[in-house]
């Protein structure tokens, strides 16, 4: 069975564009969570997603958003990028709702804000 | 918030020794404790989790304790061996659909030779 794949693996933009990740769950998951990691913050959440609707929200900026779609493929979107935007972007499925259910994580999208 | 804390941050072990990493945390309705494996390039790997109503789990060399009262956990992996070396992070959540999932910081864990 295929693990959850992410593109792209790495992104370079400028400050102030908009910039749209991918990510394509583990077949037969419903549930797609986003996490933003940096050196300095660890793991922080952003979103979950199941079965299209959004589930919970981390503490960012309505500049972070996302959708997921009836094939369970999510994207998330950040506009008017911030240096401080620069991170590793991790998407993980589940079968279910996040809590209390195992994570499957990919690989991550290297996005790097000049 | 809820919280959760994980120590040390930094870890070397001679191989064939035990390596233990401890976590904190803060919000009690948590009741699932999940840890992870990053190497590097890669992205986390769950690689054990206990939940509430158990207080011990093993699993090969890799165990995990649980204290609800102290609300502490720990990660135990013995006879350490060089592809053990990675960051590790414990994290916590709850049963409810509105429940987040946080993660502690991280430990790097270096295994010497």
């Known amino acids: 069975k295929a693990g959850v794949t992410q593109t792209p693996r790495y992104l370079i933009k400028t400050r102030g564009q908009q910039v749209t990740l991918s990510c394509s769950p583990i077949?037969?998951?419903?549930?797609v969570s986003w996490y933003q990691q940096t050196p300095g913050q660890g793991l922080q959440f952003l979103f979950e997603?199941?079965?299209?609707?959004?589930?919970n929200k981390g503490n960012f900026p309505g500049r972070f958003s996302g959708r997921q779609f009836s094939n369970s493929r999510s994207e998330m979107n950040v506009s008017t990028l911030e240096l401080g935007d620069s991170a590793l972007y991790l998407c993980?499925?589940?079968?279910?709702?996040?809590?209390?259910?195992?994570?499957?994580f990919g690989p991550g999208t290297r996005l790097t804000v000049l | 918030g809820e919280n959760v804390e994980q120590h040390p941050s930094t870890l070397s072990v001679q191989e064939g020794d035990s390596a233990v990493i401890k976590c904190t945390y803060s919000?009690?309705?948590?009741?699932?404790f999940p840890w992870y494996k990053q190497e590097l390039g890669k992205g986390p790997q769950l690689i054990i989790d206990?939940?509430?109503?158990?207080g011990e789990k093993k699993d090969q060399r890799i165990a995990v304790t649980l204290n609800k009262t102290a609300k502490h956990f720990s990660l135990h992996i013995t006879e350490t061996q060089p592809e053990d070396s990675a960051v590790y992070f414990c994290?916590?959540?709850?049963?409810?659909?509105?429940?987040?999932?946080?993660f502690g910081s991280g430990t790097r864990l270096s295994i010497r030779p």
């Open positions: 993980a499925s589940s079968l279910r709702e996040t809590s209390y259910n195992e994570q499957f």
């Open positions: 206990i939940r509430s109503n158990v």
């Open positions: 919000d009690s309705a948590s009741n699932y």
């Open positions: 997603y199941f079965s299209e609707t959004q589930r």
């Open positions: 077949s037969g998951h419903r549930s």
């Open positions: 994290a916590a959540s709850g049963y409810s659909s509105a429940s987040k999932i946080i």
